[in-house]
């Protein structure tokens, strides 16, 4: 396989809030060409909000996928996301492989993260 892009389907029962939500409250960049639910997250993917006739409620089992925003500092982001209403369920973990990881969620629970590299 040779893919030319990298796309992430978010399929929701809330597809305004979950729109507001990347597109308002974390940032990032609408790709209408793409869709109204389609925003661009700085690395070359795109992630797509849509509703799906099958997908009711919240993530049954939201660590199953993790949506990872690397950015220069997990701390400084967290910090602006909190200010915003983002609830993070872990906060500045440091990992073996020497990063830092914050993990906040969307509103419909999925887990996405801040990676940043530790600072010296």
């Known amino acids: 396989m040779q893919a030319n892009q ?3 389907n978010f399929t ?5 809030a979950m729109k507001a939500f990347y597109h308002d409250t974390l ?3 609408p790709m209408t060409e793409m869709g109204d639910g389609a ?3 700085g690395g070359g993917a795109v992630i ?6 099958e997908t009711h409620g919240p993530a049954k089992e939201p ?9 220069n500092d997990a701390e400084t982001e967290r910090k602006a996301l909190e200010a915003k209403g983002v609830k993070f369920i872990r906060k500045e973990g440091k990992e073996y492989w020497g990063g830092v990881v ?3 969620l969307d509103p419909d629970g999925n887990y996405c993260q801040l990676l940043s590299m530790a600072q010296q």
């Open 27 to 29: 940032g990032l960049a």
């Open 39 to 41: 925003f661009a997250t």
């Open 102 to 104: 914050s993990t906040f």
């Open 6 to 8: 990298f796309a992430i």
């Open 63 to 71: 660590q199953r996928v993790l949506v990872d925003f690397f950015v």
């Open 12 to 16: 929701t029962d809330q597809v305004e």
């Open 48 to 53: 797509f909000i849509d509703g799906h006739s």
